[in-house]
Structure formats: structure tokens, C-alpha cells
């Protein structure tokens, strides 16, 4: 095993404990404060909502080039990528709306 592959594993580590990390501390500090959950929580099902609108609204069609190898794309995996994509599409015009809002609303004030 060189080197790189240690560092590689090394990192592939400290990921894992920044992502674990990332998903605990917020849990622990919320439970001084319970209401901070329902938030979180209200988000959560939020997307899990936006995700299967967009899910339903995917074609499933794939091209027969991507049907073979080395692809070996099916309808059910066509379609969740375009519920993604259309998932990740919303979630960015509504950033952009958040902005522009956001932006007007302190011009006006």
C-alpha cells in the first residue's frame, strides 16, 4: 500500500467524521431548544415534497445508446436522475427568488 492510498483512506476518514459531525453537533445543540427540530424537520419533508413533485413530472426514457453497456441505463434510474435534476433546477430558482427578495427588501427599508 504506497503513501497515497494511506492519505487517500486518511481523508475518505476525516469526511466521514465532518460529515457525522456536521449531521450530530446541530442535533445536540437542538436540544436545549426542541423547536429548532420542527424546522428542520418542516425542510426536510419540504425537499423529500419537491423531490417526488419532480420525480413524478421525469420521463423515464433513455436513449438506446445509454441502454447498453457501458451505460446500462434503465427507466427507473432515468427517471430518478430527472427527478433530481428537476429537483436541483427548483431548489436553485428559489435561491435566486430568496436573493433578489431579500435584496429588494433591504433597498426598500
Same mark, same amino acid.
Given at each position: 500500500?504506497?503513501?497515497?492510498?494511506?492519505? *487517500?483512506?486518511?481523508?475518505?476518514?476525516?469526511? =466521514?467524521?465532518?460529515a457525522?459531525? $456536521?449531521?450530530?453537533?446541530p442535533?445536540?445543540?437542538?436540544?436545549?431548544?426542541p423547536?429548532? *427540530? *420542527? %424546522?428542520?424537520?418542516? =425542510?426536510?419533508?419540504?425537499? /423529500?415534497?419537491?423531490f417526488?413533485?419532480?420525480?413524478?413530472? /421525469?420521463?423515464?426514457?433513455?436513449?438506446? %445508446?445509454?441502454? +447498453?453497456?457501458?451505460f446500462?441505463?434503465? $427507466?427507473?434510474?432515468?427517471?430518478?436522475?430527472?427527478?433530481?435534476?428537476?429537483?436541483?433546477?427548483?431548489?436553485?430558482?428559489?435561491?435566486?427568488?430568496?436573493? +433578489? /427578495?431579500?435584496?429588494l427588501? %433591504?433597498?426598500?427599508?
Amino acid at each position: 500500500m504506497d503513501s497515497y492510498d494511506i492519505m *487517500l483512506y486518511v481523508g475518505y476518514l476525516l469526511i =466521514g467524521l465532518g460529515a457525522v459531525a $456536521a449531521i450530530l453537533m446541530p442535533l445536540v445543540k437542538s436540544i436545549d431548544n426542541p423547536k429548532s *427540530l *420542527l %424546522k428542520i424537520g418542516v =425542510g426536510v419533508i419540504g425537499v /423529500a415534497v419537491l423531490f417526488f413533485i419532480a420525480y413524478s413530472l /421525469a420521463s423515464d426514457e433513455v436513449a438506446p %445508446k445509454y441502454a +447498453v453497456a457501458p451505460f446500462n441505463i434503465t $427507466a427507473s434510474s432515468s427517471k430518478a436522475v430527472g427527478g433530481i435534476l428537476f429537483t436541483t433546477y427548483a431548489l436553485f430558482l428559489l435561491s435566486i427568488v430568496g436573493i +433578489v /427578495a431579500t435584496e429588494l427588501n %433591504k433597498l426598500i427599508k
